[in-house]
């Protein structure tokens, strides 16, 4: 079965192009000119005029949290908002599941759970927790993209921080087969110094998590990477005063890549009243000025990647009666709704869609070696996402579908609009009823052992 999209605008590669992409048995086949003539018994799909053609996106930071706490989300629920948002990869975090994904046992128990239930791709990543060092490299042979650490108290107190030792010896390990460390960047002893967080005001949650934690972190991170030669990640980089950090260590060599989130793009604390827990996340949304210098941390390449990290809970955890933001759990759900959010905002600083396929797709690809997507070319998986960049929408969150209808954007107008996904060359179905939809063809990846950067499925 061969199929032909033809669209007026697609992303490939660096540019923005008309072409004729040429889909068979699941991956690209050819990128030709917009009129190019037809294979003799193939399908033809003509985008409308006012749609652009990216590769579907791939998302390195989605909390799934199951099993084990399946009613915060579920593989079934985050991988159909994934696919409603224009995203075909998602690697899941190792923590907020029962079991954390920190040794072979617990990665084999997320697998047998999600087969057959994800509508679009899923890997993982493991945990690195004080204890479990022996445990990286059998999780690395098995699979896992990398392991995730936090340097604070992470929420759950079975998924405790490491502290800076135990995270040098973790780097040391890693880098002993060439892995990836991936951490949560705040210092708990500053934290810890801080009032907690308590009350409705927004303004004392800030001051409970404030930026000297991430750049203090940052530079622990960075002095490790530099000691053991171990590859580092940020993640959910909020801080903008640490971009200097950042951009002086990959200037001197150290392997270090940093991510930041929708909502550190789009939302900033002067607008988030008093008791509005749909907003608490860690580390926290910070001011307007903040915003704008995460915006030219991405233009200057210093940010490498935009992931949501998608991180629902139930309702009643947010605490939306007491406002209380020191009770409420923290996290936002975004998966569904990165790709228009940050389009809205990128647009308006006089970004393209090659940058934000560029920051959506193929950096985070690279972050975890996926060679063959988050990228329009021969050879790769036919993983699509049909984009109207100048059509909007209104968020409502009964449309959302992942599971549970909690979110910051409600009644926000955004720009862009995913008209269809398409997964190994075919469309995906998602609508509002689960039941009605075809049976999911999600496939779950496994980082290949050698070569470097490769992957088998499965
Ligand atoms: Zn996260």
């Given at each position: 079965m061969t199929?032909?999209?033809r669209a007026?605008?697609?992303?490939?590669g660096d540019r923005?192009?008309a072409c004729a992409?040429t889909?068979?048995?699941?991956?690209?086949?050819?990128?030709?000119d917009?009129?190019?003539?037809l294979?003799?018994?193939a399908?033809e799909?003509?985008l409308?005029g006012?749609e652009?053609?990216?590769?579907?996106?791939v998302?390195t930071?989605?909390?799934i949290?199951?099993?084990g706490?399946?009613e915060?989300?579920?593989?079934?629920?985050a991988?159909?908002?994934a696919?409603a948002?224009?995203?075909?990869?998602v690697?899941?975090?190792?923590?907020?599941?029962i079991?954390?994904?920190i040794?072979v046992?617990?990665?084999d128990?997320?697998?047998?759970?999600?087969t057959?239930?994800t509508?679009?791709?899923v890997?993982?990543w493991?945990g690195?927790?004080?204890?479990?060092?022996?445990?990286?490299?059998?999780?690395?042979?098995?699979?896992?993209?990398?392991?995730k650490?936090?340097?604070?108290y992470s929420?759950?107190?079975?998924?405790?921080p490491?502290?800076?030792e135990q995270?040098?010896?973790a780097?040391r390990e890693?880098?002993?087969f060439d892995?990836?460390?991936?951490v949560?960047?705040e210092d708990?002893?500053?934290?810890?110094?801080q009032?907690?967080?308590a009350?409705?005001?927004y303004?004392?949650?800030?001051?409970?998590?404030p930026?000297?934690?991430e750049?203090?972190a940052?530079a622990?991170?960075?002095?490790g990477?530099?000691?053991t030669?171990?590859?580092v990640?940020?993640l959910?980089l909020?801080?903008a005063?640490?971009l200097?950090?950042l951009?002086?260590a990959k200037a001197?060599?150290?392997r270090?890549?940093?991510e930041?989130?929708?909502?550190?793009?789009?939302?900033?604390?002067?607008?988030?009243?008093d008791?509005?827990?749909?907003?608490k996340c860690?580390?926290?949304?910070r001011e307007a000025?903040?915003?704008?210098?995460?915006w030219r941390g991405?233009?200057?390449g210093?940010?490498d990647c935009v992931v949501?990290?998608?991180?629902p809970?139930?309702p009643?955890?947010k605490k939306?009666?007491?406002?209380?933001?020191?009770?409420a759990w923290?996290?936002i759900?975004?998966?569904?709704?990165g790709l228009?959010i940050v389009?809205?905002?990128?647009?308006r600083?006089?970004?393209t869609l090659?940058?934000?396929?560029?920051w959506?797709?193929?950096n985070?690809r690279d972050l975890v070696?996926l060679?063959?997507?988050?990228e329009?070319?021969v050879?790769?998986?036919?993983?699509?996402?049909?984009?109207?960049?100048?059509d909007?929408?209104?968020v409502f969150?009964?449309?959302?579908?992942h599971r549970n209808a909690?979110?910051?954007?409600a009644?926000?107008?955004l720009?862009?609009?995913?008209?269809?996904?398409w997964?190994?060359?075919?469309?995906?179905t998602?609508t509002?009823d689960?039941?009605?939809?075809?049976?999911?063809?999600?496939r779950l990846?496994?980082?290949?052992?050698?070569?470097?950067g490769?992957?088998?499925?499965?």
């Open positions: 199929t032909v999209i007026r605008r697609a992303v490939v923005e192009r992409v889909l068979r048995d699941g991956r690209i086949v050819a990128v030709d917009y009129d190019a003539p294979p003799t018994g399908d799909v003509v409308a006012d652009a053609l990216l590769p579907g996106l998302d930071h989605v909390h949290n199951d099993p706490r399946t915060w989300e579920g593989f079934a629920s991988t159909r908002a696919a948002g224009g995203v075909t990869t690697i899941d975090m190792p923590l907020n599941s079991p954390s994904t040794d046992a617990a990665l128990v997320k697998r047998a759970t999600a057959g239930q509508t679009v791709d890997g993982f493991g690195a927790v004080p204890g479990n060092l022996a445990d990286l490299r059998p999780l690395w042979d098995a699979g896992v993209y990398g392991f650490c936090f340097l604070a929420g759950l107190d079975e998924y405790p490491l502290n800076r995270m040098v010896a780097m890693i880098a002993s892995g990836l460390l991936i949560h960047a708990g002893p500053t934290l810890d110094a009032p907690p967080a009350g409705r005001r303004a004392d949650f800030l001051q409970s998590r930026p000297v934690a750049s203090r940052i622990q991170v960075i002095d990477a530099r000691e030669g171990c590859r990640h940020i959910h909020s801080d005063g640490s200097p950090l951009a002086e001197a060599g150290v270090i890549t940093a930041t989130c929708p909502h550190y793009l789009s939302l900033f604390s002067e607008e988030i009243l008791g509005s827990t749909h907003f860690c580390p926290p949304i000025g903040n915003r704008e210098a995460l991405l233009a200057d210093t940010i949501s990290d998608h991180s809970c139930t009643e955890l939306f009666t007491s406002g209380d933001f020191g009770e923290g996290g759900s975004s998966l569904q709704l228009p389009w809205s905002e990128a647009r600083r006089g970004h090659v940058d934000v396929v560029r959506m797709g193929r985070t070696g060679a063959d997507r988050g329009i070319a050879g790769n998986s036919a993983d699509l996402c049909v984009f109207a960049p100048d909007a929408f209104v969150p009964e449309r959302l579908h909690v979110t910051p954007y009644e926000r107008a720009a862009g609009v995913v008209r269809q996904t997964l190994s060359g075919a469309p995906l998602v509002l689960a039941a009605q939809d075809p049976a999911p063809r999600g990846l496994t980082r290949a052992p050698a070569p470097e490769t992957h088998e499925l499965a």
